[in-house]
């Protein structure tokens, strides 16, 4: 949709596990997990995000039923590699249960949505992700819920720029219309 609006800019997106660094011109904008601390930036809150703890139907049939929290103790997780996670905020996990069962570790989100999809054990996953497949099942939505920021940064110097405006224009709007996906209602 954005090259059908403005055809005369070409996109390069990188995902990526660092923080790229603006200020070295490795890209002209970023969306982050933190507001940056540093540097000539000019930073605004893109939109808040929502994750929540899955399960697939299949590993669900297989294993104990959930229905308080003390009953995660018999049942397997997927999570980070904690020394690989870029962000320490995204060690969800830890927010809710103390001492899980970690199964399976991986440094990729997608690995791990994966995973949960194939019945290897809970996850925390973004709720955005997680609705589209219902295959997949919210467990105890009432006592585990994460709540990020995405942050939308462009250097100081070119966040003027037309093109610069014209991207973050179609991202703002686009967050915008798909805000109660982002934050998990259906």
Known sequence: LFQKLHPEIELEFVANDRFVS????EAD??????RPKSGRLISKKLTDYTLRLYASQDYLKNH?????MDDLSNHNFISYIEELV???QMLYLAEFVSSPKIALKSSSIV??????????GLSIVHCFVA???PELICLLPNEIEVKRTFWLNTPEDIHDLARIKAVTQFLTNLVESKRKMLLGIT
Request: glycine letters at 4%; a positive charge; zero cysteines.
């Open 131 to 133: 609705n589209q497949h």
């Open 86 to 88: 870029p962000d320490p």
């Open 111 to 120: 690995f791990q949505f994966q995973a949960t999809l194939n019945g290897a």
């Open 64 to 68: 104990p039923p959930i229905r308080t």
């Open 22 to 25: 603006l200020s070295k011109r």
């Open 29 to 34: 904008l970023s969306i982050t997990l933190e």
